[in-house]
């Protein structure tokens, strides 16, 4: 398995859409398929925030990004980790796990100290890779955690 920058193979971008708006549509009510394609342009960019990291062997396997902000109740945490899938034949195999310690790595070279990230039912799989939970609330008629990173610790 290799972990790409999107960067590199940006014909993933439709496939990787239209796998987030059917996993997360219910938290994006005003999304479709074709705003995301665009904004995914937006993760081809030199900088690290945004980006997109992809994993592959001979197929597409799973996504995670690094981006400013995911939560508009929370303006004042950035940046975030999002987009963290993995297509349902290739899970509980550590792609999932690989994805979210690269952008973890990618960010802490790029000097950040903290990331975020929100979550309805994943929160076990994050702290295992060293986040906790800093919030419980309501966000988009869903129950979601609100978890950090500090990366200094995370990774040493």
């Avoid at 799973?62 to 290739?90: C, Q």
Wanted: proline share 5%; glycine share 4%.
């Amino acid at each position: 398995m290799q972990i790409l920058d999107l960067r590199d193979e940006p014909q993933q971008i439709p496939t990787l859409a239209k796998w987030h708006h059917q996993q997360w549509a219910s938290l994006n009510p005003n999304g479709s398929l074709e705003k995301r394609i665009i904004k995914m342009q937006d993760y081809l960019s030199e900088e690290c925030v945004p980006s997109t990291f992809i994993a592959k062997t001979s197929q597409l396997l799973g996504s995670a990004a690094i981006v400013d902000n995911d939560m508009e109740t929370k303006p004042e945490l950035t940046p975030w980790l999002a987009s963290v899938f993995v297509a349902p034949e290739y899970r509980r195999q550590g792609i999932g796990s690989e994805l979210v310690k690269h952008v973890m790595q990618k960010a802490k070279q790029a000097g950040i100290e903290a990331i975020y990230l929100f979550t309805p039912d994943k929160a076990n799989f994050y702290q295992k890779l060293g986040w906790e939970v800093i919030a419980n609330e309501e966000y988009r008629g869903h129950s979601v955690m609100v978890m950090r990173v500090k990366l200094n610790k995370a990774l040493d």
